[in-house]
Structure formats: structure tokens, C-alpha cells
């Protein structure tokens, strides 16, 4: 079937290239357009999925009670001056004739409140109104000498899209204000964060492609100039990542941090396809003519390349287990992407081959194509050549020998420094604060902190209270006893706000006694107060205010309230669950510890069932091994330079498995091909080593540099994802070059050894390993 498929694509192609050529850009063109439908996503439904129950209490949430502040920081040499105030005034008033603005306060507000509904005229007495001010309030409204703030409260359940037109409009008021000599405003709040943060993840698209695509540029004239159009493989990579972002597009795959991470690994990916089929390519243009050039590509490292991509695939199929839709859309995405770059390479580089009358440069003794029987001539014609000095093929083979007459301590080496990774890699930290994923200089992070570091935490721990009565005198009592029992049990928490907060307010600070009482104080609480607290009779919420926590603190106050809720035990009917940021990133630590081992593990599953169905072969398992080792390295590399877990590097395991099956899949391919042939392991592994060990080398170097330009994000989350897929590259590369021979000669040994018990007679497994090696034909 696979056989009949690519004789197809090869016939097509020598038959009919200019046709092939112009589906290829109708494709391209279609992939075109859909870019066109590509939008950008940063909100809460990256982390938790909204089909989920908690997804829809994120929801529920997000419209009944999630209210987003932006705050004006306002600079000056004295805030308190008569114009500086005017100035204040002013802008407050014109904000609130904007659209969605529920309320906007300063410390105008209460000059005015105090001083008979305007502004006082001096210094003096201005400081005489400050100074009467109660201290809590003070310090959040003028908390230093040289600065004050301003509120502003945006009506709650806006969209993102909303949010962003109203930040628009308040910065065209603050723009066309007057500003006295000497005073800056500057914008904070969540709204600000979200619409820089979407900001700067475009910006980083942009780099990390361009960066991506010159990296690549620089590696083609380097390692590839053996050929000619060395660049060709540049471009096939460009038209298969530009039709990978279009079929996003049309699939209604929106942006985010997670798959703008990707497209490096896509392209680097995708290099290393097009360097193979271009190598292959230019290896059989050098024996005979251009179509039998596209039919031996096609035909011979077509069906090599696309099982080592499947099986890439699968590490990224494996993601599809995780909770986090941010995981999730990576995974998918990669999958399109390696998907499409094969095609555009298998199919394109063929054609355009045809289309360009290609010529091979003079010939060189260099090889790095891949497939059954790649680079035969080329090895051959350098075995008759007297060579000097140091050839990096001639390192692999005789490195490959020694490693395959000696596996054993090879592999108990590589393997110890395997367990200690997996014994430390639950030490790693993981990340789940999306403060610390965006750069450190973002301006509405500086901002945050600033705010932060000026009135405190301005972070809260919310509990969603639902039930058949919330407003029932028994449930609000429970709700205040919850209260003070957490507030008197945990230093994190500094205070309490609730529906009971306002009842106490409106009773005289006294709890009503009978049901009827109840429903005659909450009806005196202004309906916007109370919709703060009590969106219906149904549902209520419970707003604790906290200090500035670290995110594993977080979670483990969120874990013991939620242990308190038990124990405290809700009136029948009740229920009582985390909601808004506490919820969604204490969740998301969970999540990511949680599904990155399963996705690990997953992957193993994934790759093993692939290679025993596609190879049903015993030397089927032998790439399995030197990826578990590659695993283990990973984490104990992290390890060592600091690296923590976040939604990114949390794929590392399954990617790792995915990137490294390529490599030792190719390398195992080769063997399989050497082992029918010499019908000798060791030398079967020194004659794949040495014609197919400079060729995956380059394609790794390839994709190492196509992952580097990660690091060149400006967002941490990304940059720190870069240096984790540089490693796992740079390993998987070790594995299949030094781990593989030694997993292959155990493997040549057993079945040696059942073969002679077959034949009804043993002959020691270590027996093969003293045979000499069979000169290459």
C-alpha cells in the first residue's frame, strides 16, 4: 500500500511536474488566505478548558462577578497642587462618559465629598482634607509624595475585544487632556497586561519565524553547500509553514503563547525533512537521469522519512491527554506542521528538481541523504581514497565499533544517568504564574508591580457559594463563620468580603435573627453592592484578600480552605468551590505536574505500538531504549541549569520522544537494511554509522538551530522552552549516534541466539560480537 502510494507520487511527478507544481501553489495560495482568519488568544480559556465544570464555573464567574480594573498612575512633584488635582478631576470626568465604564475614583472624590462638592483652592487646605482621611484609605489613594492613583472599574463580563476598544478610548482621553508641566500617567491593570501581553506575542511571532528562517539560511550555506540550490530546502520550509498557519486559520485555531513556541520547532523540524529528500535527490541525479533521480527519492526516502515523522507525530499526539488547551492546541499544531513540511518537501523538492533541469555540483564524497540503499556510491568510491587528517564519518564508525563490541557498560552508564533524572525530575519546579511568562520589562508589568509594591497584593482568593438559597439565614450564617474561622486560621488571608459584609453594615453590625429580618436588611443594599456579592438568590461569592503569594502557596492555601470547606460542612444544598485566578492557576500547577508525566508515558506507548506494527520486528523496540534515556538526561540537564516547568516545557517529554524516534528510527532503518545485507551486527552497524551517522548529524545540526531561535523570544516562557528543546535535540543526536549501536548490537546478539535455538542449538549471544567485521561491498 505505502509502496503503491509513492510509485504514484513519483510517476505524477515525472509525468506531470508543472501540473504537481501548480497544485502545490494552489495549496499554498489557500494556506494564503487562511492566515488572513488567524487571531490571537491570551485569555483564561488557554489554561482550563471551557467544556469542563471548571470551565464553566471559570465562566460563570468571569460574567456574574469578574469586574477588570484598569488604574492610571498618576506622577507628579506634588500631586496634591491645585492643578494637578484640576487635571485629575477633569480626566475623571471624561472617562466616565466613556462606553462600559462602571466607575471611576480618585482622591478627588473625597476632596470634593469633604469640602462641599468642589476641589479645595489651596495647598493648605487640601493637606487639612488629606490628613482627616482614614489611614488605609489614604495610603491607597495618595500613597506617596510624588504620586496618586486612579480607579477605574470597567462593567463587568466585557470581552477581551471590549476591554481592549475601552483601554483604547481612555488612552485617547489621557492623550488629548491637557497635562500639566511635569505630571505622566501611566496605565495598569489586568485589561493593560492582557492587550500588551497579545501585543508582544505578535512582535515574537514575527521574531521568532524571521529569526528561524536566517538561522536557517546561515546553516544551508554552511552544511549544505555540497549541493546545488542548497537553499531550496529554506524555501520548502517557508511554503510549508505559511500553509500550516493557514490551515490553522481555517480550522479556527487561534494564536497563543504555547503555539507561537511551536513554529520554530516546525521549521526546524521541516528542515530536516527537506535537507534529506534534497540530499537523496542529489545522490541519485549524480548516477542517472532526473526522473529516475524522482522516482528513487520518492520511492526510497519518502516511506524512511514519513515513518520517522509519524513517529515524531506521536509524541505529539500524546499531548492530546492534557488538561491544559494550551498543550493541547501545541500538539495539534505541531502535528500540521511536520505533516504539511513533509509533503511540501517530499512532493516539492522532487518537482522543483525536474522544473530546474537540477545539476549536480562536481562530485565532493559527501552524503547526507537517508533510505534504503542512500549514499552507496558515494561511501564506496571514499573507501578507495587514501584519506588524511580528521574525518568526522571515520569518528562515528570506529566509535560506533567500540560502542557495539562493549553495549553493556555503555548502556549501564547512560542508563544510571537516565534513573537520576527521573529520580529529581519531581524536584523541578513548576510555573504557573502568567506574570512570569511575559518580559520582565513589559510596560504593564512594571506597572503591576508597581501598583503592588504601593498598596499591596492586589490578588484575592474567591469562593463561588451555589446552592437551592444562598440568601437563607442558615447559609448566610455558615458563610460568616467560614469567614472568621478562615481569617483567624490563615495569615495569608487579610481580610473578607461577602453579601454578609453589607448585611452586617445595613443591621447595625449585628446578624438578623429570623429569615423575614434577613430579607428586609438585603433589600436595603443598594442593588450595585449587592450584585458584587449575590449575582441571584442562587449565587453568591466569598472575596478574601491576600498577601503577595508565591503560586505553590497559593495552591496549598487553596487545597486546606477547600479541606475547611469539609470540615465546616455547608448547609445541605450548598456548595463551595474556588473560582477566578485562584482557581484557574493554582489548577493549572496541578495540571501541568500532573499530565506531563502521563504525556511521557503516553509518548512511550504511542511510539513502541507504531514501530511493532509498521516494523513487527524485534529490532522494532531497540529505539525505545535510547529514548528513555534521552528523557531521563533532559531532566537532569533542567536540573542543573535551573530550568523550571510552565505550560511549555511541560511538552518536553513527549516532544523529546517524538524528536529523538526520528534519529534512532533512521539509524535502526539503516541497520535493518546493513544486518540483511552482511548479515553481521557489528559490521551491519559500522556500515549504517558510517553512511548514515554525517547524515542525521546535519539534519540534527538543522533542526538545532531552527529550535534556537526560541531563544530568542523576549517572553521567558518561550526563551526558557528554547534552551529545554536545544537540549533534548542535542541528546536525542547522542542517543541515536552512540546510544543506538550498543541497543542494536544486544539486539543482533538475541536474535542471533533465537535463531540458534530455532535451528536446535545454542550459540553463546556474545559470540556475534567477536565476529569480525565484513568489509562493506
Given amino acids: 500500500m505505502i509502496k503503491e502510494i509513492f510509485e504514484g507520487i513519483a510517476h505524477a511527478i515525472t509525468r506531470r511536474p508543472k501540473l504537481v507544481a501548480c497544485l502545490l501553489v494552489a495549496v499554498f495560495c489557500i494556506g494564503l488566505y487562511g492566515m488572513t482568519l488567524l487571531s490571537m488568544q491570551t485569555g483564561w480559556e488557554t489554561y482550563v478548558d471551557k467544556d469542563t465544570p471548571q470551565g464553566a464555573l471559570q465562566a460563570k464567574y468571569n460574567q ?44 478627588t472624590d473625597y476632596l470634593k465629598a469633604y469640602n462641599g462638592g468642589s476641589l479645595p483652592s489651596s495647598k493648605d487646605e487640601t493637606l487639612v482634607l488629606v490628613n ?17 492613583l486612579v480607579q477605574i472599574k470597567l462593567t463587568p463580563s466585557l470581552s477581551e475585544d471590549v476591554q481592549k476598544s475601552v483601554l483604547n478610548n481612555i488612552e485617547s482621553v489621557i492623550d488629548s487632556s491637557p497635562i500639566p508641566p511635569g505630571v505622566t500617567v501611566e496605565m495598569s491593570g489586568s485589561p493593560a497586561f492582557a492587550q500588551q501581553m497579545g ?54 485555531i487561534s494564536l497563543n503563547m504555547a503555539v507561537i513556541g511551536a513554529f520554530p520547532v516546525l521549521i526546524g523540524l521541516g528542515i530536516d525533512y527537506a535537507i534529506q529528500f534534497h540530499a537523496r535527490f542529489d545522490e541519485e541525479a549524480r548516477k542517472g537521469s532526473l526522473d529516475d533521480a524522482v522516482f528513487m527519492t520518492v520511492t526510497r526516502t519518502g516511506p524512511a522519512v514519513l515513518y520517522a515523522m509519524l513517529a515524531t507525530s506521536m509524541g505529539f499526539v500524546a499531548m492530546f491527554i492534557s488538561t491544559v488547551p494550551m498543550i493541547r492546541s501545541f500538539g495539534l499544531v505541531a502535528i500540521i506542521g511536520i505533516n504539511t513540511c513533509y509533503w511540501f518537501s517530499c512532493i516539492g523538492m522532487p518537482t522543483l528538481g525536474l522544473l530546474l533541469n537540477y545539476k549536480p555540483k562536481p562530485q565532493t564524497g559527501q552524503c547526507y541523504a537517508v533510505g534504503t540503499d542512500a549514499c552507496d556510491t558515494v561511501i564506496g568510491k571514499e573507501q578507495n581514497k587514501k584519506k588524511s587528517g580528521f574525518s568526522y564519518a571515520d569518528f562515528l564508525t570506529s566509535t560506533s565499533v567500540k560502542i557495539a563490541k562493549n553495549p553493556v557498560p ?45 498598596i499591596g497584593a492586589t490578588s484575592t482568593a474567591d469562593l463561588m457559594v451555589q446552592g437551592s438559597r444562598v440568601t437563607d439565614l442558615d447559609t448566610v450564617k455558615w458563610i460568616k463563620e467560614f469567614q472568621d474561622y478562615e481569617l483567624a486560621h490563615h495569615k ?28 428586609t436588611v438585603i433589600a436595603k443594599i443598594p442593588q450595585s453592592t449587592k450584585e458584587a456579592y449575590l449575582s441571584s438568590p442562587m ?45 484557574l492557576y493554582t489548577s493549572l500547577l496541578g495540571s501541568m505536574s500532573e499530565s506531563k508525566d502521563q504525556m511521557t508515558l503516553l509518548g512511550f506507548i504511542f511510539v513502541f505500538a507504531f514501530l511493532i506494527l509498521v516494523y513487527r520486528h524485534l529490532h522494532a523496540v531497540s529505539p525505545i531504549i535510547p529514548i528513555i534515556f534521552v528523557v531521563g538526561w533532559n531532566a537532569v540537564m533542567m536540573y542543573l541549569i535551573g530550568l523550571t516547568y510552565t505550560p511549555l516545557t511541560a511538552t518536553l517529554g513527549s516532544m523529546t520522544i517524538g524528536v529523538a524516534a526520528e534519529y534512532t528510527i533512521l539509524v535502526m532503518e539503516r541497520y535493518a537494511e546493513e544486518e540483511e545485507r552482511l548479515h553481521n551486527p557489528i559490521a551491519a552497524i559500522q556500515e549504517s554509522v558510517q553512511k548514515i551517522g554525517s547524515a542525521i548529524t546535519v539534519s ?32 536525542s543526536l547522542t542517543g541515536a549516534i552512540f546510544i543506538m549501536p550498543a541497543v542494536l548490537s544486544l539486539m543482533g546478539q538475541l536474535s542471533e541466539w533465537l535463531d540458534s535455538r530455532k535451528k536446535g542449538h545454542t550459540v553463546p549471544p556474545t559470540a556475534a560480537s567477536e565476529t569480525p567485521a565484513a568489509p562493506a561491498e
Wanted: net charge negative; glycine share 10%; proline share 5%.
Fill in 64 to 107: 456574574e462577578y469578574k469586574s477588570a480594573s484598569i488604574i492610571l498612575i498618576i506622577e507628579a512633584g506634588d500631586p496634591l497642587s491645585p492643578d494637578v488635582l484640576a487635571y485629575i478631576d477633569d480626566l475623571e470626568k471624561n472617562i466616565k462618559q466613556q462606553q462600559n465604564i462602571e466607575s471611576v475614583g480618585s482622591i
Fill in 539 to 583: 449565587n453568591g461569592i466569598v472575596r478574601f484578600s491576600t498577601t503577595d503569594m508565591e503560586m505553590t502557596q497559593m495552591n496549598d492555601l487553596k487545597e486546606q480552605m477547600e479541606k475547611e470547606i469539609k470540615f465546616l460542612e455547608p448547609p445541605v444544598g450548598i456548595t463551595v468551590e474556588p473560582a477566578g485566578s485562584f482557581e
Fill in 410 to 454: 555503555v548502556l549501564l552508564l547512560a542508563g544510571l544517568i537516565a534513573l537520576i533524572g527521573f529520580q529529581i525530575d519531581p524536584t523541578i519546579p513548576v510555573s504557573s504564574d502568567e506574570n512570569a511568562f511575559v518580559p520582565s520589562d513589559m510596560p504593564a508589568k512594571i506597572n503591576i508591580d508597581k501598583v503592588t509594591r504601593i
Fill in 700 to 731: 540534527g545540526l538543522a533542526t538545532f538551530f531552527g529550535f534556537s531561535a526560541l531563544c530568542l523570544a523576549t517572553f521567558p516562557i518561550i526563551s526558557n522552552f528554547g534552551i529545554s528543546t536545544l537540549i533534548a535535540v542535542g541528546f
Fill in 492 to 519: 495569608e488571608l487579610t481580610g473578607a468580603t461577602s453579601i454578609v459584609t453589607y448585611i452586617l453594615q445595613y443591621n447595625g453590625g449585628a446578624m438578623p435573627k429570623t429569615q423575614a429580618e434577613l430579607d
Fill in 199 to 252: 501585543a508582544g506575542l505578535t512582535s515574537n511571532m514575527g521574531i521568532l519565524i524571521g529569526g528561524a528562517m536566517i538561522l536557517m539560511v546561515i546553516t544551508m550555506g554552511i552544511l549544505f553547500a555540497y549541493v546545488r540550490h542548497r537553499f531550496m530546502p529554506v524555501l520548502l520550509v517557508g511554503l510549508g509553514l505559511i500553509t500550516s498557519l493557514g490551515l490553522m486559520g481555517l480550522a479556527g
Fill in 132 to 148: 482627616a482621611l482614614p489611614e488605609d484609605l489614604r495610603s491607597t489613594l495618595y500613597p506617596s509624595n510624588v504620586l496618586t
